[in-house]
């Protein structure tokens, strides 16, 4: 009887026991939001790269376009294939407009935006600086709620921080 009920127990917890990995849900991070940047910082850090060199009034300009609504944003869509998740993403810095397609592993946190194509141009150092980061992406991290996507940017590895919209 105590080996029966061991052997009950055992199937109960088996499930609990399989269940516990180190892989992402990359569907549940990525898919299904808004994301909107809220910083591009140095690997490391956490607060905005100075883009500016210093010039305020150039600061201020890119956060006042960074506040709005509508720009610095990624849609991400997608489905599970082999060993990655991928499909394709849509992004608007503030005049500038990309889309291509995407795919990230999540064992590995790897991330690839690759087949890029661009309409419109931006002038504004933020947005030139977003569109490196799409470009540039080597992995990410995150959960459902928080997304950084690090990038390589000549011979430093920066990051942008997304929030949900």
């Known amino acids: 009887m105590n080996t029966k009920l ?12 399989g269940g516990c ?6 569907m549940e991070i990525f898919t299904g939001k808004t994301w909107k940047l809220t910083y591009i910082a140095l ?4 607060q905005m790269f100075n883009f500016w060199n210093n010039d305020t009034n150039a600061a201020k300009r890119s956060m006042q376009l960074l506040e709005q609504e509508s720009s610095f944003t990624v849609e991400f869509n997608g489905s599970e294939l082999t060993e990655y ?39 504004d150092v933020l947005a030139r600086a977003f569109r490196t980061g799409l ?10 709620q928080n997304l950084y996507i690090y990038y390589e940017d000549g011979q430093t590895t920066k990051y942008m921080a997304f929030h949900i919209k």
């Open 135 to 144: 470009t540039n992406a080597i992995r990410y991290s995150g959960d459902s």
């Open 6 to 17: 061991t052997f009950l127990l055992m199937l109960i917890l088996l499930p609990l026991l």
């Open 85 to 123: 998740v991928g499909g394709d993403f849509k992004a608007l810095a503030v005049n500038c407009s990309l889309e291509g397609n995407w795919a990230a592993n999540g064992a590995s946190r790897e991330l690839r935006l690759i087949d890029i194509r661009t309409s419109g141009n931006d002038t």
């Open 21 to 26: 990995d180190e892989e992402d849900d990359v």
């Open 43 to 46: 690997e490391g850090q956490h």
